[in-house]
């Protein structure tokens, strides 16, 4: 069975600091992808960084960063220069080659503190 | 270009009532997937409809089911309604399927059962 596990209910971090959202999976294939997705008050899932299990080399995407290890089933987000507008939950989600549906962990608020 | 939309936004029915919602896909998707979200916690994966056959289920009952149209719309029909389904429900579409394909989710119909 495939699990995400988000072991941070909460987090908060000073506008334009810098913060990390941790997460962990639990999967016996070797072939996968990892996602997170922000979800605004407004609810919307937002796509903010994919990752392919193939890559060693960490998904970028402007202030998002991942650290993904795979040895250690470990998928981090860091978000650099924080604002206001990142405050959301944050989700992590896993999904198999061949498959479609999203595992996802419980989430992470996040709040940006001005 | 539209994303991901769904109707109604939000709905009150009661027990023992049937409720239909609808989803349309992002223009030249052909994937739609529904997701079940408690307060609290991260989207469950109920259905992935792909070329208008189902191509996955999740671990629902029978009560609820989907069904996807030529125009690649779909609706979700749960039956019977418990206060347990009192939940956000998203709709997600993606160009292809599996391949860690995207998923780009609506805002969601929120469904409250008295």
């Known amino acids: 069975a495939q699990t995400v596990t988000q072991s941070q209910p909460e987090m908060s971090v000073q506008e334009a600091e810098t913060v990390t959202l941790s997460c962990t999976y639990d999967?016996?294939?070797?072939?996968?992808?990892l996602f997170w997705y922000k979800q605004p008050p407004s609810r919307q899932m937002i796509l903010v960084i994919r990752q392919e299990a193939y890559k060693q080399q960490n998904a970028t995407e402007n202030r998002f960063s991942v650290n993904f290890q795979k040895a250690a089933k470990s998928f981090s987000l860091k978000i650099s220069d924080s604002q206001l507008g990142d405050t959301a939950m944050y989700f992590c989600?896993?999904?198999?080659?061949?498959?479609?549906?999203?595992?996802f962990g419980t989430g992470t608020r996040l709040t940006v503190i001005p | 270009d539209a994303g991901v939309t769904q109707s109604p936004t939000h709905l009150i029915k009661t027990r023992g009532q049937q409720v239909t919602l609808r989803c349309s896909p992002i223009s030249g998707h052909k994937s739609v997937s529904w997701y079940q979200q408690v307060l609290g916690q991260g989207p469950q994966f109920i259905f992935q409809?792909?070329?208008?056959?189902?191509?996955g289920r999740g671990n629902f009952p029978d009560r609820f089911s989907a069904r996807q149209f030529p125009n690649y719309s779909s609706e979700l029909n749960v039956n019977a309604l418990l206060l347990g389904d009192s939940a956000l429900y998203l709709c997600?579409?993606?160009?292809?399927?599996?391949?860690?394909?995207?998923?780009?989710f609506g805002a969601g119909t929120r469904l409250s059962v008295l």
């Open positions: 989600a896993f999904t198999l080659t061949g498959a479609n549906n999203l595992f």
């Open positions: 409809y792909y070329e208008k056959e189902e191509r």
């Open positions: 999967t016996s294939e070797s072939n996968y992808y």
């Open positions: 997600a579409s993606s160009a292809d399927r599996g391949r860690g394909n995207i998923q780009y």
